[in-house]
């Protein structure tokens, strides 16, 4: 349930931002505000639930989960069965016959894309307060490189064809980040360094929603820059590919962007913000 909005429960950090992105669009920022008061619930009652287990029985419960499905599941707890019978649900707007051009003009261009991922959007994602949870956990500064990898390999999955299919490497990768995210947030909710009042929730579901914006249409705008030319038709697949990974990834549908124009609107206020 996203929270109501008050002058009592904007974290302080966001206050100065808000006012400039209400500029922009006041129903948006709102929306987008709401959205850092809270995380995955879904992902995150899962992973509560799994801290209670030993950490050898909850990864196995979610590599079963993952690598298996529901065939790998049925004696599972309730808590774990119901999280991943309601990830295997695809929605209406996912039409897996429309990637495969997306797929196909990344990889014509990859050098370029992923040039302009690492050296640009990644920076302009992370040059936002999700950073905070990072380098709290030293995933910033101790495990850079491998974060770097992390991130680059996951854009690499999810643009092989076939990759967002149910037992592709992109789909398992993409839950695989979204539970990572789950533990953090759990993590940092009880402890010290983390500033509820200023920050929000950990890793809100806002941080995942702008940061799809950014790994999508605003990646489309920087590789473009570096000479990088696709077809309406290619751009409306890229953008469909991400908006399905932002969707397995936890994104709720009510921040979740349609299109490369709202993707690009959402990123502008939001970034604002």
Known sequence: MIECLNENNIPSEYRAGFIQGKLIDKELAENYLRHTLIGDPDADALIEYLSTLSPEEAESWIRKGIEDGPEGLADAPDQVREFFEKVEAVPEWFDPTQVNKGCAAFHRNSTMFVGAFVAGVLVEGFATLISKSFCITGRVIDQGVRRLKQNNL????????????????????????????????????????????????????????????????????????????????????????????????????????????????????????
């Open 154 to 273: 996951h854009l690499m999955e999810i643009m092989l064809p076939g990759g967002l299919e149910r037992y592709g490497d992109g789909w398992k990768l993409s839950m695989r980040l979204r539970l990572v995210h789950a533990r953090i947030r759990l993590m940092l909710k009880h402890s010290e360094d983390w500033d509820t009042e200023a920050w929000g929730m950990p890793i809100s579901a806002a941080h995942i929603g702008l940061a799809t914006t950014v790994f999508s249409a605003l990646l489309l705008k920087r590789a473009e820059s570096l000479g990088v030319k696709l077809s309406q038709e290619e751009r409306d697949s890229f953008m469909m590919i991400w908006r399905y990974t932002g969707y397995l990834m936890g994104v709720p549908e009510s921040i979740l962007f349609d299109s490369e124009q709202s993707a690009l609107h959402f990123q502008r206020d939001e970034s604002a913000c």
